[in-house]
């Protein structure tokens, strides 16, 4: 079992509300991301950061922001929540690049109303 | 366009049955290809990884094949179970890239009836 956390676990909220989604590890893992998935859909990579300070977009565009202030923990924070951003988002870590393997945390549910 | 693609989108079988789980893709340059597992409301869990030079590789009864002049994989369970029950995933990573940049599938979904 990976040592990868997300809260919430779910979270329905109406329009216009900024929230943050937490994400933690404690594997001391340098790369960190965020993945959006929709249901019966691919994971798509919205953000992903190297090392503390670092941080870059992925390949879906996402209104939402990251921050990279300490290697255990990655938030993702959206600052007004719309219909569109329901999905679950999926966070990951890995300690290096190349065949390293992603360690996925349960996801946050997220439903905006 | 997705360049990973996973037949069949769905499956059902009965438990104690073995089962062959599909995997096209396009992704070159080529570094690996992982089979992942995720159930319903989890993150996905890895089952497999596979390089260039490697065309098959284990994992209890997950058994995954690679050919990688064809660009296709497999992943065959063996004496299927309840709990196999699941979403499997193929994630292709090419070398193009320090990041090593996954392309996923859209998986297939596995039902094991009792």
């Known amino acids: 079992e990976a040592d990868i956390y997300q809260t919430p676990r779910y979270l329905v909220i109406g329009t216009g509300k900024k929230i943050t989604l937490e994400c933690s590890q404690t594997?001391?893992?340098?790369?960190m991301y965020w993945y959006q998935q929709d249901p019966g859909m691919e994971l798509h990579l919205i953000h992903y950061?190297?090392?503390?300070?670092?941080?870059e977009k992925g390949d879906l565009s996402s209104e939402s922001t990251v921050s990279r202030i300490r290697t255990e923990h990655f938030p993702l924070t959206l600052e007004s929540a719309r219909p569109s951003h329901t999905s679950q988002y999926l966070c990951?870590?890995?300690?290096?690049?190349?065949?390293?393997?992603?360690?996925f945390g349960p996801g946050t549910r997220l439903l905006v109303l | 366009k997705n360049q990973v693609e996973q037949s069949p989108q769905s499956l059902i079988i009965l438990e104690g049955k073995n089962c062959t789980l599909q995997?096209?893709?396009?992704?070159?340059?080529?570094?690996?290809l992982r089979w992942y597992k995720q159930d319903t409301g989890r993150g996905p869990v890895s089952l497999t990884i596979m390089t260039f030079s490697e065309n098959t590789k284990s994992n209890g009864r997950y058994t995954a094949t690679l050919d990688a002049d064809t660009k296709q994989s497999s992943l065959h369970i063996t004496a299927s179970q309840l709990s196999d029950s699941a979403s499997y995933i193929c994630?292709?990573?090419?070398?193009?890239?320090?990041?090593?940049?996954?392309?996923f599938g859209r998986g297939t979904q596995l039902t094991v009836w009792p």
């Open positions: 990951a870590s890995s300690p290096k690049a190349g065949v390293e393997t992603q360690y």
């Open positions: 594997m001391g893992h340098d790369k």
């Open positions: 950061s190297y090392g503390v300070n670092s941080t």
């Open positions: 995997c096209n893709y396009t992704v070159s340059p080529f570094s690996n």
């Open positions: 994630v292709v990573s090419d070398r193009g890239s320090t990041l090593g940049r996954l392309y």
